[in-house]
């Protein structure tokens, strides 16, 4: 997996994830900061040649991006958009799939609360990935964190996706009973 964290102001984090069963380990992480004064086209294309160099290097199965903030001001937001742009279309030219999380999602995905500080975010990284220090910039961690908030939910989509296919297997004939028997028994339990 390889998630980012778009960013105007600041840095652009990046966080490869290799997924092993049930074990997430970093592979590399870091980010992609600019002069205060660089021109925005070319941080867009600065931005364009790290991610398509990352998929070129990993060959992720996916690229997790983190979603625009929508209270950000009407500039801030269309802006940031173009960021997202250009990394969506590095993932569509290699053909790896892209997958957005909002701000929140990723933090209740990591950390199981929704209003999650950066610095319980990070501990959490540290904990998830085995790191032996925090992950720093906080940037590359929020990427690290959409990386693995796009891991999770492919585990849930897995495991859903199997309890599918199990539950079809089952025989119509034996579904019912089980349901006629659930039915019965949850209305015994009712009546008393």
Known sequence: MLGLDPALAGATGYGVVELDGQAARMLRFGALRFPSRADFSARLREIHKMVAGLVEEFAPDAVA???????????????????????????????????????????????????????????????????????????????LAVALCHAHAARAAHRFAHSAVVERAVSPARMRAASRSHFSSSRIFTER
């Open 65 to 143: 991006v983190e979603s625009v903030f929508t209270a950000l001001n009407m500039r801030t937001a269309l802006r940031l958009a173009e960021v997202r742009g250009v990394i969506l279309l590095a993932a569509a030219q290699a053909e790896i799939p892209s997958h957005s999380y909002s701000p929140r999602e990723v933090k209740a995905s990591i950390t199981g609360r929704g209003s999650a500080s950066k610095e319980q975010m990070q501990q959490m990284i540290k904990a998830q990935l085995g790191l032996c220090e925090k992950p720093e910039p906080a940037d590359a961690a929020d990427a």
